[in-house]
């Protein structure tokens, strides 16, 4: 089969990851090229086409939309566009009960939901629906000047959510799921902290990524998630933070996600499977 990974200007070649799924799928005997998502036209050419480092679609949200139907609509789409759709923005952590306590607003309506939760809280994040690699993120303490967000140029949704000490304190959890034959079997997990002085936890902002043990009761926690959607996908994220007292879920990531295989290679053959191409 011949299988299209969808990337970035800024990744032409993949990251490390994508070349581990590379490397397994030509063992199996694909023959795979790397596209840029927004430069390639002839997506059909393809049996299938992955989306991985298009890490540059939430500057382009429309036209990325648009980009996953059109591909959708030629040639087999992974993740598919019905998982997309419901991903790409952050308000689908409404459906989620166990997820981290947070507000949608609009940005006329963005101080007052700060001050609301500033009257329980005494530190909050702030940021939009639609971001990545924590872009746009701000974190606030009460007393803080809100005016900044007088800045706001688009009238974009944003998301206000309750600062948890234990990302800084224990960090942030990544359970990989991949997709067997309709179910899902987790894979590994790694675990990221923050750098010094710092509470975000990925890597261009000094934060470390390494190898962590789940316990069973985390794993099923996470799979009750994703047993729950009603869309067909591959591989799946669930990012998990205060675990150690009740988990609650800061993310799912089912459309670009780093998988973190360089932390686990043997990740790669699932992945494979998953996709039905082993």
Not at 44 to 64: G, L, M, P
């Amino acid at each position: 089969m011949l299988i299209y990974l969808a990337t970035s200007k800024q990744f032409p070649n993949g990251t490390q990851d994508d070349s581990l799924l590379v490397n397994e799928l030509m063992r199996c005997g694909h023959q795979v090229e790397y596209k840029i998502w927004n430069e390639f036209e002839q997506w059909q050419n393809a049996d299938k086409v992955i989306i991985r480092s298009t890490w540059d679609y939430h500057q382009h949200v429309n036209e990325f939309l648009l980009w996953c139907k059109r591909v959708s609509s030629s040639t087999e789409l992974l993740n598919s566009y019905q998982a997309i759709i419901w991903n790409y923005d952050k308000t689908y952590l409404k459906e989620i009960d166990e997820s981290v306590e947070t507000a949608f607003c609009s940005k006329d309506d963005l101080v007052i939901t700060c001050k609301k939760f500033f009257e329980n809280h005494d530190q909050i994040i702030v940021k939009p629906t639609i971001s990545a690699s924590a872009q746009g993120l701000k974190k606030l303490s009460r007393g803080d000047d809100l005016s900044i967000f007088d800045q706001l140029l688009e009238d974009q949704v944003m998301m206000v959510q309750l600062f948890l000490k234990s990302i800084v304190d224990q960090g942030e959890l990544s359970l990989i799921f991949f997709s067997i034959n309709g179910k899902f079997e987790f894979s590994h997990s790694a675990i990221k902290n923050p750098g010094a002085n710092d509470f975000r936890v990925q890597e261009e902002y000094g934060g470390s990524t390494k190898t962590y043990d789940v316990n069973q009761e985390l794993i099923h926690f996470s799979k009750r998630l994703l047993d729950s959607l009603k869309f067909k996908t591959a591989f799946a994220r669930v990012d998990i933070v205060d675990w150690n007292t009740l988990p609650l879920v800061s993310e799912v990531e089912l459309i670009e996600p780093d998988l973190y295989m360089r932390c686990f290679p043997e990740a790669a053959k699932l992945f494979v499977k998953s996709l039905g191409l082993s």
